[in-house]
C-alpha cells in the first residue's frame, strides 16, 4: 500500500495587499474550497519550496491529504499561480472533491521506451488526455509505452492508452497522443540553396546587363 501523501498548511488571516509580506517569509497563500468543505472557502498558506517540490512530482490530478491547524482536507492542487519573470509561486487553490462521485480531468501522458530502431522524428501532439474516475482512483500521470511505433506515420491514439481499473477515458480514442513524422529538415536545406543559387545566377545576369559599353580607341575617318 502506498504511502499516505501529506502537505502541511497553516492558517491564513492575512488577506489582500498584506500577502506580500508572507511571500517574503516564503509562504504562498492559497485556499481551500470545493464540495467537501462546509462553510466559507478555508484560507491556508504553504512553505513554498515544499509546495514546489510537491507540485512538480505529483502534479495537479493526485489527491493527497492537506493537513491544517490540526484538521485534515482531501484535496487536488486545481491551480497555481505563478510570477511571469521568475515562475515562483504567488497563489495556489487546492480542491476538496465529494469523495463519493466522479470527477473528470486532465492526465499527463509521458512516453516511454522508444525503439532504438524506430524511423523519423517522433512528435507528441497531445501531453493530456481527460479522463474520469472517483478522486481516489485517478492516476498522477499515465505511462504510454511507444516501443511499437517503428515506421513513419506509426502513431499511439488515446484509444491504446492502458487505463488503471476504475478510470474511464473522455477524450476521442481516436486522438492522436503520438506519431513518427518524417524527416524534412535535409529537403527544406536543399531548396533554400536551390534558391540561393538561382538567386545569385539572376543578380550576376543584371550586374551584366547593367554594364556600361566601352567606347572604341580607334580614331574616327
Given amino acids: ?29 492559497g485556499v481551500v474550497y470545493g464540495p467537501a468543505v462546509t462553510g466559507a472557502t478555508v484560507q491556508v498558506s504553504v512553505n513554498r519550496r515544499e509546495l514546489e517540490r510537491f507540485y512538480q512530482a ?3 490530478s493526485t489527491l493527497f491529504t492537506l493537513t491544517c491547524d490540526g484538521g485534515t482536507h ?11 519573470v521568475r515562475r515562483a509561486p504567488l497563489h495556489v487553490d487546492f480542491f476538496a ?8 480531468v486532465r492526465v499527463p501522458v509521458v512516453l516511454h521506451h522508444l525503439a532504438t530502431t524506430a524511423e523519423g522524428i517522433l512528435t507528441q501532439l497531445l501531453d493530456e488526455v481527460e479522463v474520469r474516475a472517483r478522486p481516489a482512483t485517478l492516476p498522477h500521470q499515465i505511462d ?16 491504446d492508452l492502458q487505463l488503471p481499473d ?6 476521442d480514442p481516436e486522438s492522436v497522443i503520438a506519431t513518427l513524422a518524417a524527416e524534412t529538415v535535409e529537403e527544406v536545406e536543399e531548396v533554400v540553396e536551390e ?5 545569385a545566377e539572376e543578380e550576376a545576369a543584371a ?8 567606347e572604341s580607341d580607334a580614331d574616327e575617318s
Avoid at 476504475?166 to 477524450?171: N, R
Avoid at 550586374?207 to 566601352?214: D, K
Fill in 58 to 60: 505529483h502534479g495537479h
Fill in 144 to 159: 504510454a509505452d511507444i516501443s511499437g511505433l517503428l515506421q513513419i506515420h506509426d502513431s499511439l491514439r488515446a484509444g
Fill in 97 to 104: 472533491p465529494n469523495l463519493d462521485r466522479d470527477l473528470t
Fill in 166 to 171: 476504475g478510470v474511464t477515458l473522455i477524450t
Fill in 1 to 29: 500500500m502506498a504511502a499516505e501523501l501529506i502537505l502541511m498548511a497553516e492558517p491564513r488571516t492575512v488577506l489582500g495587499k498584506q500577502v506580500k509580506a508572507l511571500r517574503r517569509e516564503g509562504l504562498v497563500p
Fill in 195 to 199: 534558391e540561393a543559387e538561382m538567386a
Fill in 74 to 84: 482531501q484535496v487536488f492542487i486545481k491551480e497555481v499561480q505563478v510570477e511571469p
Fill in 207 to 214: 550586374e551584366t546587363a547593367e554594364e556600361p559599353i566601352a
